[in-house]
């Protein structure tokens, strides 16, 4: 399964856009297929959809990253490998074409889960990744988007009905969920954050149990929307808990993870899980989520 964001997406009742999302979820699922059926693992299926998805200008990761207040990238990432809960995770990074990819690295080759700014750019270097001259990222959407964010941000703060300001924005962060013939389960979400987020900003992307989580126990879950909400309810790994406590599936698990959600913080955004037994699900509080999902043998499914 993949996801590429949730919110108002209002932009979507266009047809060559919304088109234009669908054709990229299929790629890229189809993809991650190919990946297992040629062998590879779960693990090695969601850091290659999240890099393609990251290689998309149409979504809110990689390239495609959205500009902090100072009119600057700066990226959030993990990965999670179900099979003996390894992660990796990097934050604040700029000038790395896929942070999954850097987030991965921590991972297998260094003793770490997490490594931010400064500190995750010198071990990119030292692994020898490549860095990406600063314009790779800017597009001349997430320039206006800034400009129409600050302006708002004006607005709000003289303003009561912040619900309705901050339903119009589309948190677009990717994530790739999936279960390979062997039963293993992997995890991963990448995002430049939020539109003009202060700049040292870390949402839920790159925490372990927030916006990412992998148990062969339990479930696969990567999370999008305003990452605040997940933080503080933990919510992948709640959905998590949900199964391995009260013995639910997927779609039991994903319903009680979003009723908490919203009862405790009103949360916005949504969730993509396959449990351990390879069913799917997804849940959502805002008015749309970009997502998908395909199976070995059958139809790619994608929706709003
Ligand atoms: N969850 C991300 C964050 O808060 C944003 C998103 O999902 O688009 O950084």
Not at 54 to 67: H, K, Q, R, Y
Not at 151 to 166: G, I, N, Q, R, W
Not at 219 to 233: K, L, P, Q, Y
Not at 242 to 264: P, S
Request: proline letters at 2%.
């Amino acid at each position: 399964m993949v996801h590429g964001g949730a919110g108002a997406l209002d932009n979507v009742k266009d047809d060559k856009i919304a088109f234009r999302y669908l054709e990229s979820i299929r790629r890229i699922l189809e993809h991650g297929r190919d990946v297992m059926e040629l062998g590879g693992s779960a693990l090695q299926a969601v850091e290659a959809c999240a890099s393609l998805l990251e290689d998309d200008p149409a979504f809110n990761a990689g390239c495609g990253s959205v500009l902090n207040e100072n009119g600057k990238v700066e990226m959030d990432a993990a990965i999670m490998d179900g099979r003996d809960l390894s992660a990796g995770a990097i934050a604040a990074v700029d000038n790395i074409a896929n942070p999954v990819q850097l987030a991965r690295l921590v991972m297998t080759e260094s003793e770490h889960v997490m490594l931010i700014s400064e500190g995750a750019m010198r071990f990119a270097d030292h692994c020898g990744m490549e860095r990406v001259p600063e314009d790779y990222f800017y597009t001349a959407d997430r320039v206006e988007q800034l400009r129409k964010a600050r302006l708002k941000h004006k607005v709000m703060l003289d303003h009561d009905d912040t619900e309705e300001d901050s339903e119009d924005q589309k948190y677009g962060t990717i994530g790739a969920i999936a279960r390979d013939p062997k039963g293993n389960l992997a995890a991963a979400t990448s995002t430049g954050g939020i539109v003009n987020k202060r700049m040292g900003r870390v949402g839920d992307s790159p925490i372990v149990g927030a916006g990412v989580y992998a148990d062969n126990e339990t479930c696969a879950v990567s999370a999008t929307g305003f990452g605040e909400d997940f933080m503080r309810t933990v919510i992948s790994k709640t959905i998590s808990d949900f199964m391995l406590m009260k013995d639910l599936d997927a779609k039991q698990a994903t319903a009680a993870g979003i009723e908490y959600l919203v009862r405790k913080v009103k949360g916005r955004g949504g969730v993509i899980v396959i449990d351990r037994d390879g069913k799917c699900s997804s849940g959502f509080t805002t008015k749309k989520m970009i997502h998908g999902w395909i199976e070995k043998g059958g139809e790619t499914t994608c929706r709003f």
